[in-house]
């Protein structure tokens, strides 16, 4: 069993930048087995893959959010990261983190965290 702790979410202007941080516990394997990604869902909306990252740092990332987000991790600290740069209204979700034996399916979820940026 894996637990992950979304942080860093927050309130934002449209332009602006937000880290969010993914700690993770509790796994029998080490950390940079994992695969993990970032999702994300608006209200009204259903959750959509925004980015992942493979345990060997291979990225992806939806189209919306090319050039603007980036995902990265630090298997010494169990943790991965989505900077997220030129942030739109339309980004505005609860942000969630997942982890998985590769980065097509993902087996653990976080509580997610709230990220609201403004126009």
């Known amino acids: 069993q894996v637990q992950l702790v979304e942080s860093g979410g927050g309130l934002v202007q449209a332009g602006g930048s937000l880290r969010l941080s993914c700690a993770a516990s509790g796994s029998g394997r080490t950390f940079n087995m994992y695969g993990m990604g970032w999702f994300r869902q608006a209200p009204g909306k259903e959750r959509e893959f925004v980015a992942a990252i493979a345990g060997r740092s291979s990225t992806y990332y939806a189209d919306s959010v090319k050039g603007r987000f980036t995902t990265s991790r630090d298997n010494a600290k169990n943790t991965v990261y989505l900077q997220m740069n030129s942030l739109k209204p339309e980004d505005t979700a609860v942000y969630y983190c997942?982890?998985?034996?590769?980065?097509?399916?993902?087996?653990?979820w976080g509580q997610g965290t709230q990220v609201t940026v403004s126009s």
């Open positions: 997942a982890a998985g034996a590769g980065v097509s399916q993902f087996d653990y």
